[in-house]
């Protein structure tokens, strides 16, 4: 199983190799999953820098998670609908010009949605779904959808009956934090279908994005879920002082299964 640790884009771009050194220790080399919080600063990427990613991510594994804050693909206003589905565009072309061919995205689900609003929601969902994946298709490009504030499986049921072929990204620390329930549930009820793991710690009040080991996820209960997934990729989504605090414990549960 490949193993990652997220990055910031601004941060590749103006820290370059330096921003990487975390990537490579002990025996181990971690690839990238580079993220596009600021869709403003990706836009205003020339292709010169655009190139200069490229070029410094090239010999490590990599995945792009798409731009998320305030997007929301099933919202009633068009506008916001419109632009939720253009920038989710924007980083599955950017996931093209670096040769990355897998891309989480979030699901965009509110985290209040009245029960009157919720099948109209996801009907709306359904079709910026659709879309997107035909455009990421289009540009050799695997997206995962990542769960976020879901508490039962309605849209991921729905997302299947629309698109057979979908996969997802498992968020660990979302699960166990949003969700309140056990991770075991969502492998029981996707199984295959996920692909892609985001590993974080937190205490099941908020999502902390801690360490690993400094809240109460139970890590060993997740590396015995995995064969029951098609993951191949896992992402360590913590802060470079965070990742190293977070060694001793990703060598106890995942040494003997990073590649």
């Known amino acids: 199983m490949r193993f990652l640790v997220f990055e910031k884009l601004g941060s590749i771009v103006s820290g370059g190799v330096e921003a990487l050194v975390h990537h490579h220790t002990r025996e181990w080399r971690f690839g990238i999953e580079i993220t596009l919080n600021d869709p403003v600063f990706l836009r205003e990427l020339d292709a010169v820098a655009v190139a ?16 998320f ?63 997107l994946e035909a455009h990421a298709a289009q540009n050799g490009v695997t997206l995962v959808w990542e769960n976020t504030y879901e508490r039962d499986f309605s849209l991921f049921d729905a997302m299947i009956d629309r698109y057979p072929s979908v996969s997802f990204c498992l968020d660990v620390g979302h699960a166990y934090c949003f969700a309140k329930r056990p991770i075991a549930d969502f492998v029981r009820h996707l199984g295959e279908r996920i692909r892609h793991l985001h590993l974080h710690d937190n ?34 989504e913590l802060e470079a002082d965070d990742f190293r605090e977070s060694l001793p414990q990703i060598e106890r549960f995942f040494g003997k299964i990073i590649s």
């Open 203 to 236: 205490d099941a009040l908020d999502d902390r994005h801690w360490a690993l080991g400094k809240g109460t996820v139970d890590f060993g209960a997740v590396v015995d879920l995995l064969p029951h997934t098609a993951a191949d990729t896992a992402v360590f």
């Open 52 to 67: 200069r990613v490229k070029d410094l991510v090239a010999g490590y594994d990599r995945t792009v998670h798409l731009p």
């Open 69 to 131: 804050y305030g997007l929301n693909l099933g919202c009633f206003d068009r506008w916001i609908a419109d632009y939720s589905e253009r920038t989710i565009r924007d980083g599955i072309d950017f996931c093209r010009r670096i040769d990355a061919d897998r891309a989480v995205t979030h699901t965009t689900v509110p985290f209040y949605l009245g029960e009157d609003a919720r099948d109209k929601w996801i009907g709306r969902f359904l079709e910026r779904m659709s879309l």
